[in-house]
């Protein structure tokens, strides 16, 4: 049994930065893959970064370059550092695990806002 929390969301200006955080309650080694995936407004959700157990990563093309996943095996958490933030990077900001066999977990989701 897997539960993932996430954290770090909020308001931000347009060129700023912001870290998003995923605690999770096993060791991420016992997970596939960890990532991070986001839904705006009136859009379908989309991946934005993953990191696989081999330390992989994955990110959308518009996040390239501006974002970076991280993780950190002593605190079970995975990181999604977010810089250059545009308004078209507002929307709620969800964790996902992989389980081998177990399938995929999801966090509640934490809501990010690009405004001046």
């Known amino acids: 049994q897997v539960q993932l929390v996430e954290s770090g969301g909020g308001l931000v200006q347009p060129g700023g930065s912001l870290k998003l955080s995923c605690a999770t309650s096993?060791?991420?080694?016992?997970?596939?893959?960890m990532g991070w995936y986001r839904r705006a407004p009136g859009e379908e959700r989309e991946l934005v970064a993953t990191?696989?157990?081999?330390?992989?990563?994955i990110y959308v093309d518009s996040g390239k370059g501006r974002f970076t996943i991280t993780r950190d095996v002593a605190k079970n958490t995975v990181y999604l550092q977010m810089n250059s933030l545009k308004p078209e990077d507002t929307a709620v900001y969800y964790c996902?695990?992989?389980?081998?066999?177990?399938?995929?977990?999801w966090g509640q989701g934490t809501l990010v806002t690009v405004s001046s």
């Open positions: 996902r695990a992989d389980r081998p066999l177990r399938g995929e977990v």
């Open positions: 096993e060791s991420i080694f016992r997970l596939n893959s």
């Open positions: 990191i696989t157990i081999s330390g992989s990563t």
